[in-house]
């Protein structure tokens, strides 16, 4: 369990901005875009894979440039010309791990051990932004920096072994 005071700092959005980068700042793309879309949109953003959205802005998949290169790669040659013809929604990878805005920090954390982001639903799964492990990790820092500037720590067995001791 995280303590509140530990919750507290790493959401304090006063000294880190917000937790959440929000949809419309977040690039995405159409199930139904073909993966010359998707290619150059994501040889445009700093993400190596970024969300697949449907045409109520609902999270419907994710994708990358490995996942459109294998799909037009053959035994012998790389089909470029396919890029216009197969769409985003053939090749997306459909497992998103999700999380709602209400969920528990806790459950952040240990799943962003496995994702680089996760993506924030409404529970109709509309797309509502996206919370990234670099932002985590800038407010594991913070938090590492600043925390003896606002809490006294003292290592629990060693005053224990001291009260033992008289």
């Not at 980068?21 to 445009?44: D, G, P, T």
């Not at 998949?61 to 790669?73: C, D, E, F, V, Y």
């Amino acid at each position: 369990m995280i303590s509140s005071e530990v919750a507290g700092l790493l959401l304090d959005n006063d000294a880190c901005g917000e937790l959440m980068i929000h949809a419309e700042n977040v690039a995405n793309v159409h199930c139904s875009n073909n993966l010359n879309h998707a290619f150059l949109v994501l040889s445009q953003v700093k993400y190596s894979v970024i969300p697949v959205l449907d045409s109520k802005s609902r999270i419907k998949g994710l994708i990358s440039i490995p996942m459109i290169i294998k799909a037009i790669t053959e035994i012998d040659a790389i089909r470029y010309d396919r890029l216009e013809t197969i769409t985003v929604e053939e090749v997306m990878d459909k497992t998103v791990q999700t999380i709602r805005p209400w969920t528990d920090l806790e459950d952040i954390l240990n799943d962003l051990i496995d994702h680089n982001f996760l993506c924030v639903t409404e529970d109709d799964g509309t797309f509502i932004g996206i919370i990234t492990r670099k932002e985590i990790l800038t407010r594991v820092n913070h938090l590492a920096h600043s925390i003896h500037r606002i809490y006294k720590l003292e290592k629990i067995a060693e005053k224990e072994e001291v009260a033992a001791k008289k």
